[in-house]
């Protein structure tokens, strides 16, 4: 397996109990903790909606009942490495995966070269679970002029705390439930003004399941269709949290659309008119980091990667390949399940 977030290590957990015991996860992170461990200090595992529990284990059991305000940064790191050492997965880190290739061995048809302590090998599995995400391939869109613009650039993969902002106009672009807290954040110590291409469309009634259902069936239909998959939120809209619904009702969720290009000391506006910002935070996602899956040429016309399989984790073609993290098991709870259906899958193939 490549990767020991949440999908990998749910996947650990199931392997061996449908009948898989020679297995090891690759991670490329020095410690546990996956992307999570990366996340701003000030989000805390309450603001993050918890973390799913991985199966076996919660993460109230691990860490106790009253750990809402823990940073999500040390909540899930000292999480997933208590969950490692209880049910004994066989994590190598860091073990940097570079490229996957096929064999002509139908029973072992991948070679996974990687780098650990300096070191290089080479692994050839009966099959391989990708679990890595995306949060090291932060989207940088192309903007007319940012070449130019003299004030600092930064992607939320960089963002640690609002401080650093203060007297400082900050622009925050993106559409996402990152960017409104964020937004919010900043607002605290400093003067905000909020972009992105597509209007935020907000949810004001209560989550229910079937708003979760729609949101993966639109995701599963197009990774099945070869398409790329498409953002959730563009399905459920964004929630409407008392925190954001005050905020809005404060006019610090005043929405402007997207600006039209950058110069040197702020933004240009579609109708022409100049902005003065000093920052520019860019909450415009990520993209999956999978360049070590490129050598197989999975990618189909429609950009994205044809996926099969029940939970649609197997990639079209490839049955000892699977994905997870990828399309409708992008989450903490999608990864549980797409973890569970991926080690059986695997399982009736290598077991026999």
Known sequence: MVGAGQAGLSAGYFLPRFGVEDYVLLDHYPGPGGAWSRRWPSLTLRAANRVHDLPGWGLQEALGSDCDDIPAADGVAAYFGAYEDRFSLPVRRPAHV??????????????VAFIEGGEEFTL??????????TW???????????????GLQLH????????????????????????V?????????TDTVWFSR???QWDEGPFDPDKGRRAVARVDERVRAGLPPGSVVSVTGLPLTPPMRAARDAGILAWNPMFAAMEPDGVVLADDTRRRVDVVLWCTGFRYSM??????GLRSPGGGIRMTGRLATEVAGEPRLHLLGYGPSASTIGANRAGR????????????
């Open 291 to 296: 360049d070590h899956l490129a050598p197989l």
């Open 198 to 200: 597509r209007e935020p």
């Open 124 to 133: 050839r599995p009966a099959a391989v679970i990708n679990c890595t995400g």
């Open 136 to 150: 090291d391939r932060p989207f940088w869109p192309t903007v007319r002029g940012s070449g130019s613009f003299r």
């Open 156 to 179: 939320a993969h960089e963002y640690r705390t609002a401080e650093p902002f203060a007297g400082k106009t900050v622009a925050v672009v993106g559409a996402g439930i990152s960017a």
């Open 181 to 189: 807290q964020l937004l919010i954040e900043i607002s605290a110590v």
């Open 341 to 352: 259906e991926a080690a059986r899958a695997i399982a009736a193939l290598v077991t026999g």
């Open 98 to 111: 570079s490229t996957v290739t096929r064999t002509s061995d139908p029973d072992h048809p991948y070679g």
